[in-house]
Structures are given as C-alpha cells and as structure tokens.
C-alpha cells in the first residue's frame, strides 16, 4: 500500500507532460517525457479514446456541439473543468492521483485502486461532456447532466450499463474522501445518495435480467424491476428527443 502513495505522489510532482486529443485525434504525446503513472494508466484505459469513438460515430457536427472543436487536455493539476467558450474538457493527473490515493485507502489492491481511480475519472469526463452538450455548467444543470451523460454510457456500449454503476459508486466513494481537487469538484457536481439510486434504477431498468444482481438484495422485485423499466424508457425517450438535432440520422442511440 505504501507503494503507490510513494508512485502517486511521484506523479503528482511530475505530472507537466500534456497531452491534447480531440474529436479526431487519438494519443499523442507532446513532449518525450517519462510517462507519469496517471498518463500511463489512462493511457492504457481507452477512457478518453472511447469517449472519442462515441462521439465521432454518432454526433453530427453542429452549431450546439462542434465536435471538430472538442478538445480534451489532460495533465497539469487542479480540479476538472469544462469550457464552454474553447469546447475544452480538463482532466487533470492531480485528480485522477487523488482518486487513486482515496481508493487505495479502501482496497485491497493496487491494481483494484488504479482501476477504481479510473472509474471515478470516467464518471467525471462524461459528467462535464454532459455539461458541455447542454452548454449549461452550473450545478443546477447537474440533474440533466446525469441524465445525459447515464443514457449515453448505458445506450452506447454493450456493458455500459455495470460500467455505469462501477463508475457511479467510485466517484461517489473518492468524492466523500473531501481531499484537494477532487473536493473541489465534488462540491460543484455532487453525486448525492438520492441521485445514485435513480441512476441505479436507469441501470436495471436497461436491461432488468442482465443487471439485477449488480443492485443487491431488494423487496420488492416485480414492482422495482416494473418502475425502473418506466424509468429507463421516460429517460430514452426524453434523451432522444433532446438529443436528436444533435445527433447522426444513422446513430443507434435512436433506435
Ligand atoms: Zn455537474
């Protein structure tokens, strides 16, 4: 254990390598460096490639959301930020080093930190991908950005749906940890307890067979598995319908 908070605060003081991507580009170092142990890790994760693929293979270039503008930094330190002016999405190591930190306290492994701290990083960057479609970032609109950015992990990817609830329940536990700047942005985007359950119910209700044993023992099986299914149909059909100007004629996000 004592390892990685040695490696973590290794790559904190090292983390100035920055890395640029955007809607058509894929990894590629600026400057040859060391990797630091956040780069290595995201790198070898295809968070950012993935969310990259998403959006490429079903978001028209609009005047909304110019794709061909969307740009991904990662490195440097501080909390995640969004720009709505640059179309600029901010991932700094600082945070993911953080989340790794806070996870490490409460697993058993490394590795099941590292990943953890992963998943805590990928509920952020599709969080403020929300934000950034429905060019709104204050915390008001955080109702809205859960709901953009869970209907996009669940609909998009074939395993999106336990994706979404390991990410959910990573970014909820480091963001009780309250350190540095992952508090910082836990107090704009909380992900309150109330809030994890519906998106919970969206997750069962996407594919109640295949995700009823990721949510625990419950009492009410038939009614929760019959709510949670409206749930998740209001949710794809008001996503569809406010997502559509934005999205490819062809995307199978509306079918
Ligand atoms: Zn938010």
């Keep these: 254990m004592s390892n990685i908070v040695t490696i973590v605060c290794l790559a904190i003081c090292m983390a100035s390598t920055q890395l640029n991507a955007d809607a058509s580009a894929q990894w590629k170092p600026t400057k040859n460096e060391v990797p630091p142990l956040a780069q290595r890790v995201l790198e070898s994760s295809n968070i950012v490639s993935d969310l990259l693929e998403l959006i490429n293979q079903n978001f028209n270039n609009t005047e909304q959301f110019p794709v061909d503008r969307l ?51 990928e509920y952020t960057l599709y969080h403020l991908l929300a934000h950034v479609i429905s060019k709104d970032l204050s915390p008001d609109n955080d109702d809205t950005a859960e709901a953009i950015s869970s209907w996009l992990m669940i609909k998009a990817w074939p395993n999106g749906g336990e994706q979404w609830f390991e990410n959910a329940q ?49 009492l009410d099986p038939v009614k929760r598995r019959n709510d949670c299914t409206h749930a998740w149909q209001k949710l794809n059909r008001s996503m569809q319908e406010l997502l559509m100007p934005l999205l490819k004629p062809e995307s199978e996000l509306l079918r």
């Design 71 to 121: 740009r991904i930094v990662l490195g440097s330190g501080g909390a995640p930020t969004a720009n709505l002016d640059t179309l600029t999405l901010s991932l700094p190591y600082e945070y993911l080093n953080n989340a790794i930190s806070g996870h490490a306290e409460l697993e058993e492994t490394q590795e099941a930190a590292l990943k953890r701290g992963i998943d805590t990083v």
């Design 170 to 218: 990573a970014f909820g536990r480091a963001s009780q940890l309250l350190d540095g700047p992952l508090e910082d942005y836990w107090h704009a985007h909380s992900l309150y307890k109330s809030r994890n359950k519906i998106i919970n119910c969206w997750i069962l209700g996407s594919n109640p067979g295949k995700h009823e044993a990721l949510l625990g023992s419950i």
